[in-house]
Each structure stands twice: as C-alpha cells, then as structure tokens.
C-alpha cells in the first residue's frame, strides 16, 4: 500500500513537471515564433526573438554602448538616439511599425497616428495598462496608473476631486509659498559669495519645491514620513531602470535576487509611512480637502465608491510618484531652455511683468490661475518644453483580447508602445523644424500646430490622460512668474547635455545653474 501511494505520488510529480515543461516551451518557444509569423504576414517585421530575453539583452547592449559616448552639444534637442537607442534603430530598419519583444512579451511600437489615436481613446476597455516591470508597480502602487477596468473606474470618481478647480487654486497658492522659500535660499547664496550671482542645481529645487506641494495636496501637511516616501520612491525608479534587462518570465519577481530584496524593503518602507499617515488622521478626526481627507472621508461613511484600506496607500503612492516627477521635470526642462534660449527668457520676463503687474508676489492671490492664463507666450513655451522634453518618453498598453487596429489584427496579450519622444519629433507630424526649438508652432495651440489631437501626448490623451496636466502646468506657470521677475539664469559650465531616462527624463548630471539677483541692491525679501 505504502509503495504503491509513493508510485502514485512519483506519477504526479512526473506529470506535473511535464506540464510545466510543456507550458514553458509554449510560452518561451513555440508562442513567440508563431506571433512573429502571424504579424510577419501582415507585413510587420522586427529584431528577432531570442529565447527567454526577447530584445532585452540588445536592448541592454545598445544603452550601455550610448554611455560611452561623448554628451552632446548643448543646442541638440534631437536626443532619441541616446535615451531610447533600440527605438531610433528598429524605427529606421523596419519602419513606423515593427514587433519587438520585451522578454517572451510581443510587442508592437508605431508611430502610425491612427492606430495611437485608436488606443488611446479606448472606451470599451479593450486595452489596460500593464508596465511588466513589478518594481514599478510598488513604487507607483495600485492606484489611477496601474488599475483596470472597474477599479480604475473606482479610483478616478475618488479621487479626481483633488483636481478640480478650487483644488488647483490651493496648489497655485502652496507653489507661491515654496518658491517664495527657494527664492530667498538662492538671494541667501548669492550674498554669502560675490553678492550678484551663485550657482545652484536647478534639477534638485525643483525636486524639493514640487515635493513639498504634492506632500500637501494628498496629506495635508509637510512631514517626515512622507519624506521617506519620496526617497524610498526615487532608489525604487533606479531599481526599475536597472531591472530593465532582467528576464520578464513567470515567477521571477518572486526570486530573492539583490535588487528584488532592496525592492521589497523600500516598498515595506513607503507602504509603512503612509499607514502611518492614515493612522494619525483617523486617530486625530481631522478631515480636510486633501486627497487623504478625500479618501478617509468616504471610507469612514463606506461609500459604495470608497477605496479600501490597502487601495488609499497605493493611490497615495501613485499621486505622489506621478505628481510630484511630472510637475519636478517640466520645470527642469524649461529653465534649462530659458537658460540656452536668453531671447525667450527676456519675452517671457516682459510677459510677467506686464501681466502680472497688479500682483505684488506678497502671498498666495486668489486669482492667480486667471492672472497665468494671460500668460500666452508662457502657455506656449511650456507647450514646446514639454513636446521637446517630454517627461514621460513612451506608453505601453496591453490587449485584453484579441482585436484589430488600423488594420492590424493584434492577439490577446500584445504590448503596444506609443514611443512620446519619437512622435514629437516626427518631421511628418510637426514639419522639417521637428528637431529644433520654436514655441511659436503653438501660437494656435496643439490643433494649430499640427491638425490632430494625438500628436501631442506629454500627458497622453484619451480617457485615461493624465488627470494632472493643468496642476502640473499650474505649478510650473507659478514657479516661473515668480523666478522671472526677480532672477536671470544661464546655464553653468558645468552642465553636461545628457538627458537619461529614469521612468522620466533627466538631466543625467543635474541641471547647474548661474542666477543673478535682477534686484540686486534692492530690498532681499520678498
């Protein structure tokens, strides 16, 4: 009896092991081969699948060779061929449309407009987010980037609201007060040495200044716990640019690898911080009109719409990575084109004072979002900035069934990337100036400059565009009428033209700038 139940357990491990044999040559061999014939008969053609690693290990091989390379010259905003080098080489051997593969992942990249403009206005769910990479899913958390379907349906009527218009005058008010902190920091620097200028990295600033506004907008409050959380996230972003290469394949994100163990501390870390936010507040009774108020607020009455505890924690984490990176990066990228483009900086300082001339910069204005929006020419320099300097290089989506898209039949589980950085600088779309910096193109707005809507994805478009365009673009447009006025800046010789991508687009050594006090001689404070 006791042989025959060891033979029996002996059959079913054997079985069991023939399954997953069987299973893993499926998904690691005989599925790949058979999607790239299925896609090579409609014309669409890439690199070719190598087992387990896909394109990864080219993919890898081509970064670190771009490393080597000399930085460029600081006038050259034609950068694709360094931060995405894969993209700027298959897109010129196999066309606007090929098949790649992120591990055993196919995965179609185009910059063919119908078909972006096809997935981006999905409105029967047939597309969800997917990033692949478990690392970014902890650090941006189970919130409005990572959700499908129901749930993100869920999640955007909650938390939205912090959006809304009265939402965005606070937002206005508490950049005013952060820049007005930095401004004196910097007149601070300027008279500890010759009294006229200093230099300062404007890339760490801007970190700090967008930090402190988007620790209010979803705790209400500057602390040390969401500090942590801001610091666990950025180690968590390198570890997913490092994770690039790491096989995409069932089960490893479960491995206790090095970088997995350092992941899982730093989500522990964050996801312990905010738990601990949530708990003083439920503790203290205190409601309040930020996001965390929002949230606890419905939890508390059990809404029907509420989130769960776990979802509240991983919004938190989603708003403040996403908010704080986008709105930190824009405002990089535009002072550092001020600083190369001084004609612009003088249009825009003239702009400000003209403009903004009833508005002292004393304290937070009421009506301070109608003041920006007679700032036209800085509405459109934003515009370029962000067309040029893009925070967020491409987007991935996923089919939840099989489908078809400007005539393309595309099977379940397909990856599509819409490449931002490679559709800004199409030469078809935006004319023979794509590579070069002209805010005038907008003088018309996005429609104006190039007769479709889904040319310009900064923020994306479509139902799940970024629900934080007009904050970002609120707190940058805040930022800069009060720098405008009071400081010229150039860029230091110190600065090194290396844009990297770390889930969004940096300066790779910083953005070191000269200021100069406009009202030296004069009153410090503001």
Known sequence: MEATLVEMVHTLAAILILWLISRSLWHLVWRPYAVAGWFERQGIRGPPYRFVLGSLWEMKQMLVAERTKAPLDIGSHDYTSRVNPFFHKWAADYGKTFLYWLGPTPTIYSTDLELVKQVLEDKTELFQKDYLNPILERIFGKGLVTTNGDDWKRHRRVVYPIFNHESLKSVSAMTREGTQKMIAQWCNQIEKGDGHQAEIDMRC????????????????????????????????????????????????????????????????????????????????????????????????????????????????????????????TLLTWAMFLL????????????????????????????????????????????L?????????????????????????????????????????????????????????RFEKGVLGATNNTYAMLAFSCGPRACPGRNYSMIEVQTVMTLILRRFSFSLSSQYVHMPRNLITLAPRYGLPLIVRNLLDGQKSDI
């Open 205 to 328: 600033y801007a970190e700090e200044l967008t930090l402190g506004v988007i620790e209010q907008v979803i705790f209400g409050q500057n602390s040390k716990e969401s500090r942590e959380v801001f610091v666990a996230g950025k180690e968590g972003q390198k570890l997913a640019v490092y994770a690039f290469a790491d096989p995409q394949i069932p089960g490893f994100r479960y491995l206790p690898t090095p970088r997995n163990i350092r992941a899982w501390k730093l989500d522990k870390s964050a996801t312990s911080n905010i738990t601990q936010l949530i708990k003083e507040r439920l503790a203290s009774g205190v409601g309040g009109d930020d996001l965390l108020g929002l949230m606890l607020q419905a939890y508390k009455l059990k809404e029907v719409e509420s989130l769960s505890y776990d979802e509240m924690i991983g919004e938190c984490k989603t708003i403040f990575a996403a908010g704080q990176d986008s709105g930190a």
């Open 384 to 440: 370029e900035t962000l067309r040029l300097y893009s925070p967020v290089p491409f987007l991935l989506r996923k089919t939840a069934s099989d489908t078809t898209l400007a005539n393309i039949k595309f099977r379940k589980g397909t990856m599509i990337t819409i490449p931002i950085m490679m559709l800004h600088r199409s030469k078809e779309i935006w004319g023979l100036d794509a590579d070069e910096f002209n805010p005038m």
């Open 339 to 382: 600083s190369i483009y001084p004609e612009w900086q003088e249009k825009l300082r003239k702009e400000v004072l003209r403009e903004c001339r009833d508005d002292d910069g004393d304290a937070p204005n009421s009506n301070s979002i109608q003041v920006l929006g007679k700032l036209k020419l800085l509405s459109m320099f934003l």
